[in-house]
């Protein structure tokens, strides 16, 4: 018994030394984590270098040693920068993504949530977090078939967090809005036809967003971004008195700023629908002067309304005042995809706490 006691031990210390599969490495994999934790740059780089069989016989010994109450190698294991690993294994996947290796991003996103079911409870806090970046990811690269998985991978593990039930929503939102109209020439029967089918596919996408979205809302009725989404998806859906008291709560509860900007460009979206010019000029004009200085999308709308009011030089004058603002920073850019400095914060979030649990 003793005997097979330290052959675990000994064979921990292997695989974390690198000796796998008749290899022994210069860096070790835990050496590899612990330089990725302290900011090297390039670790993720040299992660791409290791056989996976080398990595799956990590994820192994540290699954074994954690599940060993009675072990003496359950310390070494849980000594591990589980959380370091995590982010490793995430970069790498992301590199991968944007570099089209498909195949190659699955393996590091599946082995990087592998590592966080075997972690310690102190880690695997950053769980709901971990799904919501990932979302967030494939969100902003409008991969949105893959930031539903995440999402809805998410919430099967924790149906109660607001924020990964608003990025559910989002994602279903982005593909209604952003997918592309379909080739009416090569797709076969009429055009009429055509153009009724994808008009019914893209409403069976907002009224899952608005389900999403109304179901954050529940869960967090002070949740100024859950009523705003589902205040903008209900105007889509020709629920537009809902949607209006929606976005007049986002308004009265947030006094100026992208939320409340945003609120009052959506309701004079309504107002431009019903046709009334006068309404949504006001409400453009608001958006504009509670936005930040790069609220382009705001002016816009307020020289087009402008116009349809007859207002030629006043729309003109707005025109020109655009020219000269920012263009960046219009909250209205980063709506559909969801706000990049959440999933930023997140990450630098997981990063100090790797850091901290990592420290010798």
């Known amino acids: 018994m003793k005997g ?5 031990v000994l064979a921990g210390l292997a695989l ?10 210069a860096e070790s994999y835990e050496d590899l984590v612990r330089a990725s934790v302290r900011g090297d740059v390039i670790a993720a780089d040299r992660l791409a270098t290791w056989p996976r069989s080398d990595l799956q016989l990590q994820l192994k010994w540290l699954r074994e040693m954690r599940a060993c109450a009675q072990c003496g190698e359950r310390a070494l294991a849980d000594r591990f920068p589980f959380l370091g690993a995590v982010l490793l294994h995430t970069d790498r996947a992301f590199r991968d993504d944007e570099a089209a290796r498909t195949e190659s991003r699955d393996f590091h996103l599946d082995f990087a949530l592998d590592l966080l079911e075997a972690a310690p409870p102190a880690v695997r806090q950053f769980e709901p977090a971990w799904f919501l970046v990932v979302g967030d ?3 902003q690269f409008i991969e949105t078939p ?3 998985r995440y999402f809805a991978a998410g919430l099967s ?5 607001v924020r990964l039930r608003i990025g559910e929503g989002a994602a279903f ?5 952003l997918t592309p109209l379909p080739d009416i020439v090569y797709s076969g029967g009429s055009p009429t036809r055509v153009l009724l089918e994808d008009a019914s596919a893209r409403r069976s996408l907002f009224v899952q967003a608005e389900s999403a979205f109304r179901r954050a809302a529940e869960l967090a009725p002070e949740s100024a971004e859950a009523r705003l989404r589902r205040g903008h998806v209900l105007i889509d859906l020709g629920k537009q008195e809902e949607a209006r008291r929606e976005l007049a709560w986002v308004q009265d509860h947030v006094p100026a700023g992208d939320l409340h900007s945003l609120a009052a460009l959506f309701l004079g979206r309504a107002d ?19 936005g930040p200085p790069g609220a ?6 307020l020289a087009h309304a402008l116009d349809r009011l007859g207002r030629a030089p006043e729309a003109q004058e707005v025109v020109d005042s655009l020219l000269a603002r920012p263009t960046r920073d219009d909250p209205f850019d980063g709506y559909i995809v969801g706000p990049a400095d959440e999933k930023e914060r997140l990450v630098a979030e997981m990063q100090a706490a790797a850091r901290a649990s990592a420290a010798p």
């Open 137 to 139: 990811h494939f969100l």
């Open 16 to 25: 974390l030394a690198g000796a796998g599969a008749g290899d022994l490495r």
């Open 173 to 177: 939102e982005a593909e209604a809005r």
């Open 272 to 290: 431009e629908k019903a046709g009334r010019w006068e309404s949504a000029a006001t409400q453009f004009r608001e958006a504009a002067r509670t």
């Open 157 to 161: 593990r924790f149906p109660g967090d």
């Open 146 to 148: 893959e930031a539903r």
């Open 4 to 8: 097979r006691a330290v052959a675990r």
């Open 296 to 301: 382009r999308a705001a002016y816009v709308a």
